[in-house]
């Protein structure tokens, strides 16, 4: 298959993590025989800095033009700190979400059982965890109207949904449920927000034409609360932006690191695909970002493709990676090993895709992997 696809390094580690799942991807052209052809651009507090906006029209009509998005991390502490700040790295990555028509994100958690004992939360509790959050992406209180009074001291910001922004992603992820565990839980605030009682009349109206699936809900503050008492129960979350993104945020602890977690954004003509962990800045240039969810991403792309044979061999890497301790420190404080090292052995294996491998361990023991 040849694909075109625009990478966006970003800003703080992202340009590390993303080589890393560069290097995969060049490894699964070689074992499978594809041609991928990358396109780099800026975006973020580094297009800021260097064209004076975080997304440049250049960067987007790159993004338009691929066959899909490869994203690295996203801000500045520069920014951060700085309330007045007009123009915000953050802003670049919202209005590529919006101009590329991403509606949908998708974040897999899942328990890897090597390294159940890195959790903060006990292991009987963690167990067996394996859900997708599908939420929306591109309407909210994100994107609606914002205000603030002449004296700077009232504010507003506007959470506005339609009808069909929700019926186009509810049929995702009713779908996704339809092919997991029929299990479907639509998080909401029901109880309080008109926006949420919207949500939930056409969820439950759409639901009707998936009888097969079992439709629950939940207030998002209950919801927060299960993730950590009872992740296991969950299949498939939906629910809107914010609310979203704060619980997969929540979703991450549950493995023992944000490092760990891939994310899809698509559409009807787009995707985009990143690990959902920030920019990390000051890991930034230290080769010691964990890039196994910038990798994951990748798995996750080319998954969108049908590519499922070249997706089970970059997990299937990773899986090797973790059970032979081969881990950055956030993972393993004892760890020696770094960024590049992660990406170089995980790219390794996927090359040879033979399941009955030997490595040469006192290679590994120096930091550098050897296929025997």
Not at 49 to 76: E, H, N, R, W, Y
Not at 147 to 159: F, M
Not at 285 to 303: F, T
Request: glycine share 8%.
């Amino acid at each position: 298959m040849n694909l075109n696809i625009a990478l966006l390094p970003g800003d703080g580690v992202g340009p590390e993590v993303l080589a890393q799942a560069v290097k995969c991807l060049q490894a699964v052209e070689e074992t499978f025989n594809h041609n991928f052809i990358y396109r780099e651009a800026l975006v973020g507090a580094i297009a800021i800095d260097k064209k004076g906006s975080p997304l440049p029209d250049k960067t987007l009509q790159l993004c338009k033009d691929a066959d899909a998005v490869l994203f690295g991390a996203i801000g500045d502490p520069k920014y951060d700190i700085d309330p007045n700040a007009k123009v915000r790295p953050e802003q670049g990555l919202l209005k590529l979400r919006k101009e590329l028509g991403l509606f949908t994100n998708i974040r897999p958690v899942k328990v890897f059982p090597t390294l159940i004992e890195n959790s903060p939360l006990k292991k009987e509790i963690i167990s067996g965890t394996d859900f997708t959050i599908y939420r929306e992406l591109t309407g909210g209180i994100y994107f609606g109207e914002k205000k603030l009074n002449e004296k700077g001291t009232v504010a507003s910001d506007l959470c506005e949904y339609s009808e069909k922004e929700i019926s186009r992603i509810a049929h995702l992820a009713f779908k996704a449920a339809k092919n997991r565990r029929n299990k479907l839980t639509l998080v909401d605030k029901a109880n309080v927000l008109e926006s949420s009682r919207l949500w939930r009349k056409v969820v439950t109206k759409i639901g009707e034409s998936y009888p097969e699936v079992n439709l629950e809900y939940l207030f998002v503050d209950n919801a927060a609360m299960q993730i950590i008492l009872n992740p296991s129960q969950f299949d498939v979350i939906l629910t809107e932006n914010m609310f979203g993104d704060i619980i997969s945020d929540e979703g991450s602890v549950i493995g023992g690191s944000i490092g760990l977690l891939a994310s899809a954004s698509v559409g009807d003509d787009n995707a985009m695909f990143e690990p959902i962990h920030g920019s990390y800045s000051q890991a930034k240039g230290k080769d010691i970002a964990n890039p196994i969810a910038s990798i994951l991403s990748a798995a996750m792309l080319l998954e969108h493709f049908g590519l499922f044979e070249e997706a089970m061999a970059v997990r299937e890497a990773v899986d090797k990676s973790l059970e032979k301790g081969i881990m950055t420190p956030d993972l393993d404080a004892k760890s020696q090993y770094g960024t590049n090292q992660v990406g170089d052995f995980i790219a390794d294996n996927i090359v040879d895709s033979d399941d009955d491998f030997n490595i040469n361990d006192e290679n590994i023991d120096l930091g550098k992997s050897t296929i025997i």
